[in-house]
Protein backbone atom coordinates (compact mmCIF):
# COMPACT_ATOMS: atom_id res chain seq x y z
CA UNK A 1 0.00 0.00 0.00
CA UNK A 2 1.01 3.47 -0.73
CA UNK A 3 0.21 7.42 -0.01
CA UNK A 4 2.04 9.75 -1.88
CA UNK A 5 0.89 13.25 -0.35
CA UNK A 6 1.84 16.58 -2.45
CA UNK A 7 0.69 20.21 -2.98
CA UNK A 8 2.64 21.52 0.37
CA UNK A 9 4.11 24.80 0.11
CA UNK A 10 4.59 28.30 1.17
CA UNK A 11 1.63 30.37 1.40
CA UNK A 12 0.56 34.04 2.96
CA UNK A 13 -1.70 34.10 5.79
CA UNK A 14 -5.43 34.18 4.06
CA UNK A 15 -4.40 32.22 1.30
CA UNK A 16 -4.85 29.21 -0.21
CA UNK A 17 -3.62 25.46 -0.89
CA UNK A 18 -4.95 22.35 -2.32
CA UNK A 19 -2.87 19.14 -0.58
CA UNK A 20 -3.78 15.53 -2.74
CA UNK A 21 -3.01 12.02 -1.91
CA UNK A 22 -2.58 9.52 -4.10
CA UNK A 23 -3.63 5.95 -3.01
CA UNK A 24 -2.51 2.55 -4.52
CA UNK A 25 -2.57 -1.13 -3.21
CA UNK A 26 -5.66 -1.04 -2.27
CA UNK A 27 -9.43 -1.20 -3.35
CA UNK A 28 -9.88 2.67 -2.80
CA UNK A 29 -13.36 2.86 -2.95
CA UNK A 30 -13.33 0.41 0.09
CA UNK A 31 -10.60 2.66 2.02
CA UNK A 32 -11.33 5.80 4.55
CA UNK A 33 -8.60 8.45 4.06
CA UNK A 34 -7.51 11.12 6.36
CA UNK A 35 -5.38 14.17 7.36
CA UNK A 36 -3.27 14.69 9.87
CA UNK A 37 -0.70 17.07 10.54
CA UNK A 38 2.05 17.58 13.14
CA UNK A 39 3.86 20.96 13.72
CA UNK A 40 7.53 21.04 15.72
CA UNK A 41 7.10 20.23 19.04
CA UNK A 42 3.43 18.95 19.07
CA UNK A 43 1.65 16.01 18.96
CA UNK A 44 0.18 14.63 15.55
CA UNK A 45 -3.25 16.25 14.96
CA UNK A 46 -6.24 14.59 12.84
CA UNK A 47 -7.59 17.34 10.52
CA UNK A 48 -10.20 15.64 8.45
CA UNK A 49 -11.53 11.93 7.24
CA UNK A 50 -13.59 11.15 4.54
CA UNK A 51 -15.11 7.82 4.67
CA UNK A 52 -15.16 5.07 2.29
CA UNK A 53 -18.68 5.60 0.71
CA UNK A 54 -17.54 9.81 0.76
CA UNK A 55 -21.15 9.83 2.11
CA UNK A 56 -19.04 11.27 5.47
CA UNK A 57 -16.46 13.55 6.02
CA UNK A 58 -14.96 14.90 9.47
CA UNK A 59 -13.55 17.98 10.33
CA UNK A 60 -11.27 18.89 13.71
CA UNK A 61 -13.06 22.47 14.78
CA UNK A 62 -9.79 24.55 14.43
CA UNK A 63 -10.51 23.85 10.70
CA UNK A 64 -14.22 23.71 10.18
CA UNK A 65 -15.60 26.05 7.50
CA UNK A 66 -12.04 26.29 5.97
CA UNK A 67 -10.85 22.98 4.95
CA UNK A 68 -12.50 20.64 2.47
CA UNK A 69 -12.18 17.12 2.30
CA UNK A 70 -13.35 15.19 -1.18
CA UNK A 71 -12.14 12.36 -3.26
CA UNK A 72 -12.04 11.08 -6.66
CA UNK A 73 -12.49 7.55 -6.82
CA UNK A 74 -11.53 7.06 -10.36
CA UNK A 75 -7.81 8.49 -10.07
CA UNK A 76 -7.55 7.28 -6.63
CA UNK A 77 -6.99 10.62 -5.15
CA UNK A 78 -8.54 12.71 -2.21
CA UNK A 79 -8.06 16.07 -2.03
CA UNK A 80 -8.11 18.50 0.82
CA UNK A 81 -9.34 22.06 0.02
CA UNK A 82 -7.44 24.66 2.54
CA UNK A 83 -8.62 28.23 2.27
CA UNK A 84 -7.86 31.71 4.46
CA UNK A 85 -4.63 29.60 5.81
CA UNK A 86 -3.39 30.89 9.28
CA UNK A 87 0.01 30.46 10.66
CA UNK A 88 -1.18 27.90 13.17
CA UNK A 89 -2.15 25.64 10.16
CA UNK A 90 1.77 25.32 9.73
CA UNK A 91 2.51 21.41 10.12
CA UNK A 92 3.80 18.62 7.96
CA UNK A 93 0.59 16.99 6.59
CA UNK A 94 0.30 13.38 5.82
CA UNK A 95 -2.11 11.04 4.72
CA UNK A 96 -3.43 7.94 5.92
CA UNK A 97 -5.95 5.19 4.87
CA UNK A 98 -7.94 2.33 6.84
CA UNK A 99 -10.24 0.01 5.68
CA UNK A 100 -13.72 1.41 5.82
CA UNK A 101 -15.39 -2.18 5.18
CA UNK A 102 -13.50 -4.36 7.80
CA UNK A 103 -11.42 -1.83 9.43
CA UNK A 104 -12.13 1.54 11.82
CA UNK A 105 -12.48 3.66 8.53
CA UNK A 106 -13.32 7.18 10.24
CA UNK A 107 -14.66 6.04 13.27
CA UNK A 108 -11.32 6.39 15.44
CA UNK A 109 -11.02 10.12 13.64
CA UNK A 110 -9.38 12.19 15.14
CA UNK A 111 -7.72 9.54 16.84
CA UNK A 112 -4.19 8.45 14.80
CA UNK A 113 -4.26 5.12 15.88
CA UNK A 114 -7.25 4.08 13.70
CA UNK A 115 -5.11 4.53 10.35
CA UNK A 116 -3.44 1.59 9.12
CA UNK A 117 -1.64 2.54 6.08
CA UNK A 118 0.35 5.90 6.24
CA UNK A 119 2.27 7.65 3.56
CA UNK A 120 5.17 10.63 3.78
CA UNK A 121 3.86 14.38 4.69
CA UNK A 122 3.99 17.41 2.25
CA UNK A 123 5.20 20.86 4.79
CA UNK A 124 2.91 23.67 4.36
CA UNK A 125 3.80 26.78 5.69
CA UNK A 126 1.60 29.72 6.17
CA UNK A 127 3.91 32.97 6.91
CA UNK A 128 4.26 36.53 5.49
Known amino acids: VQLQAFGGGLVQPGGSLVLSCVVSGVTFDEYAISWFRQAPGKEREGVSCISHSGMSTYYTNSVKGRFTISRDDAKSTVHLQMSSLEPEDTAVYYC??????????????????????WGKGTQVTVSS
Open 96 to 117: AADDGVLGHGCSKFPDHYGMKH
